[in-house]
């Protein structure tokens, strides 16, 4: 550990850290614009300077290790007419068209400017005018204007991502970003040059004028990707629509990155896609009375001692505390032995790095917590081509899925759907639209997605990592633990002829 001096007040910082991140760990913000944690030490914006004592110059913080002694000053006369300098020098070719710019509301020019701007400009030099709305490639628009240099985006593609696809090019005031040729981005972390953009000169195509982001909620969750598990920010908008994904600094899992396939996971969330009402053959029932009967059902098969009859089909998708309520459930109480899934074991036997970078062959974000979970409870799973088998023999009288918002899913839930007869009753316990309209004559019963669970998941690594979306977009939508719950509740209600044979006794 080091002892260090900040604007006269002494802190204990690890030796070695960077001066910028030691001072914002104690709760002192020094300007940047081209330092990012992740990345190399560039040292373009000279935003951060700060005097350094025994120094007749000032510094940048950014290229300065902490060391025992070091003593430096942030408030400082000549600190702060430095940085209103440098911003005025940043400010002299931005359009300065913040009412129409995606990053209004999280710009580091907006802060800045706001903090330690001069207000009234002393540039009389025509602005240089330069590209705007400039693809590059199908997911990130680049408006030249707004770009400060900051070369973030450059480091980023070199360094991280390794795919080198941008640069700046020309010199002095005509300098840009772009890429060579003006051939498109490649790869499939492209989107993390919008999250680290300082301003709104790279922006996602994806999220584009959709959504001001002053209007936006954000929730912490893990991305439903792959079994990584990135750590992700859900922004929504009052719990109605989510409008995207953007990582959460996590170091041991995904540091400060995502992958674009994992940001895209939201779109089968919203409204669009989703089972927005309880159904029985394609007509809208009450949510409590698709309950009763599912409850019904399962109690009659269970009365005459068929449960030899009902097959569960689930998926690692779901969290560890709905697993331990499905299987308590449904084996404790109804003693229902016949489980089928995708071969999960296998997944987690071959599960790799199959992008050089974080995203792996494992599709599903929980395999670890779903192993662990029928291990608890004594469940060996069949696959689906058993299940497909059985379907088709007539064996199973009572198919009861429960499929996540994953297209995936929904591609291996159609073969089945062809295989089940008309004699066998299936329910469904859903999201999603496009698995209830696949078994036309099920029961649907509406779930909420993942993003709104709360509740904890088990990563490639073994980590238990917590979700804690607690928003609802679907008002007649339930949890997995809502739903055994409830249909627990019903199924231990007295029927009718429960009622007789206790009058007869």
């Known amino acids: 550990m080091a002892k260090i001096t900040i604007n006269e007040k002494e802190f204990e910082v690890e030796d070695g850290k960077n001066l910028v991140d030691a001072a914002e760990e ?3 913000e020094i300007p940047h614009y081209c330092y990012h944690p992740g990345l190399s030490v560039a040292g373009q914006c000279r935003m951060c300077v700060v005097e350094q004592e025994g120094n007749s110059k000032l510094q940048i913080a950014c290229n300065m290790q902490c060391k025992d002694g070091l003593k430096v000053s942030t408030e ?9 300098w440098n911003l005025e020098f940043h400010l002299i070719n931005h359009p300065i068209d913040c009412p129409i710019c995606d990053q209004a509301g999280e710009c580091g020019l907006q802060e800045y400017f706001m903090e330690h701007g001069k207000y009234k400009s002393q540039m009389r030099e025509q602005k240089v005018l330069k590209e705007k709305v400039v693809p590059l490639g199908d997911k990130i628009t680049l408006d030249k204007e707004r770009c400060i240099l900051c070369s973030r985006c450059v480091r980023f593609t070199q360094e991280v991502s390794k795919t080198a696809d941008l640069a700046i090019f020309n010199r002095g005031d005509r300098s840009v970003i772009g890429t060579v040729n003006n051939e498109p981005m490649k790869g499939n972390y492209q989107v993390n040059t919008v999250d680290i953009c300082p301003v709104g000169a790279l922006t996602s195509t994806d999220f584009r004028f959709e959504q001001r982001v002053w209007f936006l909620e954000e929730a912490e969750s893990i991305c439903r990707g792959c079994s990584t598990g990135c750590n992700v920010n859900i922004h929504h908008k009052a719990g109605k629509h989510i409008y995207r994904l953007k990582p959460r600094y996590n170091a041991d899992v995904n540091a400060y990155w995502m992958c674009d396939e994992g940001r895209l996971t ?15 053959g394609g007509v809208k029932l009450p949510l409590r009375e698709a309950v009763q009967m599912l409850a019904a059902e399962l109690k ?18 779901e969290t560890n505390e709905d697993l331990e309520t499905v299987f308590k459930t449904l084996k404790g109480d109804l003693e229902i032995n016949a489980f089928y899934s995708i071969d999960v074991q296998a997944l987690i036997d071959e599960d790799e790095v199959k992008d050089e970078l ?5 599709p599903y974000p929980n395999s670890r917590g779903f192993v662990k979970g029928m291990k608890a409870h004594k469940i060996e799973t069949k696959n689906l081509q058993s299940l497909k088998k059985d379907l088709e023999s007539g064996k199973i009288g009572h198919l009861l899925i429960i499929a996540p918002e994953d297209p995936q899913v929904t591609d291996l839930l159609a073969p089945l759907s062809q295989a089940t007869s008309p004699d066998t009753f299936v329910s469904l316990l859903t999201p999603q639209t496009a698995a209830a309209d696949l078994f036309a004559q099920a029961l649907s019963i509406p779930c909420i997605s993942h993003y ?47 009622r007789r044979k206790g009058a007869q006794q």
């Open 26 to 28: 104690n709760g002192i």
């Open 452 to 498: 709104e669970k709360k509740g904890c998941m088990i990563n490639f690594q073994g980590r238990e990592q917590q979700l804690s979306g607690g928003f609802r977009m679907i008002k007649e939508s339930l949890s997995l633990d809502e739903c055994f719950r409830l249909l627990l509740e019903e199924y231990k209600k007295p029927t009718e002829i429960d």
């Open 300 to 317: 009659t098969l269970v009365a005459m001692e068929q449960q030899d009859e009902i097959a569960v089909l689930l998926f690692p998708t």
């Open 76 to 84: 400082s006369d000549r600190v702060k007419d430095a940085v209103k």
């Open 358 to 362: 974080m995203m792996r062959n494992d």
């Open 266 to 280: 939201y779109k089968s969330a919203n409204f669009d896609k989703r089972l927005n009402a309880a159904r029985l």
